[in-house]
């Protein structure tokens, strides 16, 4: 899994070399931030989930940031924030929608429908996003809050228990391979 991952997320070189990154190379090339292992993979998921929800371009510097606070992997939580994107936003903010409206109880705000996809326009489409976010006030930010923490202690104990078993796997596949070697001989 490691092997898969390192193949897939840019390396230190690649940020040092950047000079857009160069003023916070000495925070962004902590060597934690780069590590991978099942601590670092699972910290690092729960964070894109949790930044992944906020509105907005505010997702890739919120998760870059809470990856330097708690020394999680830095490539694997930009690439998990993406889960949120123009096709998935809609769904994830009905969803925080109703789960705010239960937990708060506001149930004299009515439910306004999200705005059409403005063709070859995304920028006006955003700004109606966020138009349309703030009408729903109140039941919205206490349910993206809620649904935030949620998919992200859910996705922490998935990666955690996910890796656990695919090590348990390999620990036996491996000594399937020791068994059968001690068999030939």
């Known amino acids: 899994m490691r092997k898969l991952f390192k193949r897939l997320l840019p390396d230190h070189r690649s940020v040092s070399e950047n000079r857009w990154l160069r003023p916070f190379a000495s925070t962004l090339l902590h060597p934690r931030l780069w590590h991978l292992n099942r601590h670092s993979a699972a910290g690092a998921v729960a964070v894109g989930m949790f930044c992944g929800l906020i509105p907005g371009p505010f997702q890739m510097p919120g998760a870059a940031l809470l990856c330097v606070l708690f020394r999680v992997n830095l490539p694997l939580a930009l690439i998990t924030t993406l889960y949120s994107n123009p096709l998935t936003i809609v769904p994830l903010y009905l969803a925080a929608f ?63 228990w996910g890796w656990r078993l695919w090590l348990i796997r390999q620990w036996r596949q491996r000594r399937r391979r020791g068994d059968a070697l001690r068999a030939r001989e």
């Open 98 to 160: 109703a789960i705010g409206s239960l937990i708060s109880g506001d149930g004299e705000v009515d439910f306004i429908p999200p705005p059409e996809f403005a063709g070859f326009d995304p920028v006006r489409w955003a700004s109606d996003l966020a138009a349309w976010a703030g009408e729903l006030g109140r039941p919205l930010v206490v349910g993206l809050i809620v649904l935030a923490a949620t998919l992200s202690m859910v996705s922490y104990l998935a990666v955690r």
